[in-house]
T-cell receptor
């Protein structure tokens, strides 16, 4: 069974640009969540998608958005990039959602904004 | 407002000894708690979990204790091994359906 796949693994962008990250969940998983990890900040929840609908949202500005396709694959978009957006972005999939169940994480996309 | 806190950013123990990682939470609506382990350049992997109806869950060398009245949980690793060196994240979830993570504790197990 293939794990969670995130592409690309590494990305360098300049301030003001936009970026799209992709996540393919484990087959059969309908929930995909996105997290931002920065040094000293732990894992900050961005949003969760379930069956193509955003079900939960963290406290990030509107520049951060996402979507989920009918095959459960998800994309995350960040517009008007800022230096502070440099981070590891992790995607996690689970069968039904993050409540009372473990999540399976991808290896992450390391975004560097210069 | 950080609802899940891991107050120790790092912990160093000798191989063979016990590692105790602590986690505190503030939201009484949390009813499921998980620990994840993360190696550099990899995503976190699930380690062990506990439901709020229990106060202890064991899985091999790993035991999680939950003290609901104190809103505190801990992960015990006995005996600690060098391969356990990683960042450990505590996470809590409730009916809202999203997991809230702590900032992580970096465990170093010295041979």
């Amino acid at each position: 069974k293939a794990g969670v796949t995130q592409t690309p693994r590494y990305l360098i962008k300049t301030r003001g640009q936009q970026v799209t990250l992709s996540c393919s969940p484990i087959s059969g998983h309908r929930s995909v969540s996105w997290y931002q990890q920065t040094p000293g900040q732990g894992l900050q929840f961005l949003f969760e998608y379930f069956s193509e609908t955003q079900r939960n949202k963290g406290n990030f500005p509107g520049r951060f958005s996402g979507r989920q396709f009918s095959n459960s694959r998800s994309e995350m978009n960040v517009s008007t990039l800022e230096l502070g957006d440099s981070a590891l972005y992790l995607c996690a999939s689970s069968l039904e959602g993050l409540m009372n169940t473990e999540a399976f994480f991808g290896q992450g996309t390391r975004l560097t904004v210069v | 407002d950080q609802q899940v806190k891991q107050n120790s950013p790092s912990l160093s123990v000798q191989e063979g000894r016990i590692s105790i990682l602590n986690c505190d939470y503030t939201n009484s609506m949390f009813d499921y708690f998980l620990w994840y382990k993360k190696y550099p350049a990899e995503g976190p992997t699930f380690l062990i979990s506990i439901s709020s109806i229990k106060d202890k869950n064991e899985d091999g060398r790993f035991t999680v204790f939950l003290n609901k009245s104190a809103k505190h949980l801990s992960l015990h690793i006995v005996p600690s091994q060098p391969g356990d060196s990683a960042v450990y994240f505590c996470a809590a979830s409730g009916r809202a359906g999203k997991s809230t993570f702590g900032d992580g504790t970096t465990l170093t197990v010295k041979p």
